[in-house]
């Protein structure tokens, strides 16, 4: 490896573990420090070698989930000849398409290639995000007012929702190669981060990831692949008639309890957008269109109360979302996308495939009450998860076949 290579990929490695406490400090900037880190790496591949390089990032594409992927994509595009306001379709285009590219290139090109002792460093990254939220939140805030920044509980909600994402395969990475002290520092920051948080959607990713985790270690391996499988496979089909089930099941009671969470205006936002659904569910209004929604032909024709709540800018439901923009045809290949992904992991050891099942469970947990879907924020913070968890199998590959000549002297 030449030195160039070297210090490209340890500047990579650095931008890839600053991913938490740059969004601990600044809640929009994952995009722009994965972004960083994929161009360092994709720099030190073409210079090491070319050819190897390009056939590493073309591989996955011919597969059948890379295909379903790009199938997906290029219905998003497609859309943007249909939708009523094609500027703002190509804006969100601009604004997720860079990120998932840079997301794309950290997943494939970082791990295995990270220099030794990178993972103890994430780890207390990750740790330093956890408590500077903590601290923030005990401090009513006092370093935003120091800074300037905008003063709210909710601006963590992002942080803690990519320090899951990021914290899951981490941290059983860390287990594995028998740093338990990182991993606990991280864990335990990290859990009480999102505990801390007002982010009810970080907390009931935790619940889902760690059910998740319990029930891939105990079940066989078919019976979780099955269930995870159910549990996506219901979140998109469930997604259009999400608002009209909560509005029928939900007693009044819960609602009380659940009133910071703004539990009755999620369910009026899900009716209103299945409602749209219903008006339309063959092609969607069109990518990247759920910003001006109420203004969309297919709002027109839908009850005054159900319009209203159209305003709100995205359904708070990714699933629900991909519904109403893409139609039918969204859904089945977004449906599609993630059951081929659960087939690419089935094969996986037991507890590679328990953190896998469990990262997620977590991110559609997320996804189902949470952001928009084509969010910048979000791609990048699954792409730093997707490149921890491949550095977990890479390193479990090197440690087997380290293992190999003395099992056979044996």
Partial sequence: MSPAVARLRASGAVALILVPPAMAVANRSSPLVVGVAGLLFLAAELIED???????????????????????????????????????SLRVAGEFLPTLAA????????????????????????????????????TDLAPQKAFGQRVALFVFNRPVMTMLLIGIPLVALLIRSGHARGAALALGLGLAAILRSVSGAATLGLAAALATWAVARVLPRRAALGLAGLGLGLAVALA?????????????????????????????????????????????????????????????????????????????????????????????????????TLGSVAKLPRAELATVLALIAAAAA?????????????VAGLGAAIAWTREGFAQAAAATTRLRPSALAR
């Fill in 50 to 88: 070319r050819q190897a390089a390009l056939r590493r990032l073309a591989l996955p594409l011919g597969t059948p989930l890379g295909l379903c992927v790009l199938a997906l994509l290029g219905w998003c595009l497609a859309s943007v000849t249909w939708s009523p306001f094609p500027l703002l």
């Fill in 366 to 378: 997320i996804a189902f009450v949470e952001h928009g879907a084509w969010q910048a924020w979000w």
């Fill in 240 to 340: 259009p008639i999400e608002g009209d089930l909560l509005h029928r099941i939900m007693p009044e009671a819960l609602h009380e309890r659940l009133v910071q969470s703004s539990s009755r205006a999620r369910v009026a936002i899900a009716r209103s957008f299945g409602a749209a659904v219903a008006a339309d569910p063959w092609r969607g209004a069109g990518y990247g269109t759920a910003a001006r929604f109420a203004e969309a032909p297919v709002a027109a024709g839908l009850e005054p109360e159900m319009r209203s709540m159209l305003a709100v800018g995205h359904p708070h439901n990714s699933f629900l979302q991909v519904w109403a923009e893409l139609g039918i045809v969204g859904a089945a290949l977004a449906a599609t996308a993630l059951l081929l």
């Fill in 103 to 138: 997301a794309y290139l950290v997943a494939r090109l970082a791990p295995g290639r990270l220099p030794p002792g990178t993972a103890r460093l994430a780890g207390l990254m990750l740790g330093l995000a956890g408590l500077y939220v903590v601290a923030s939140l005990a």
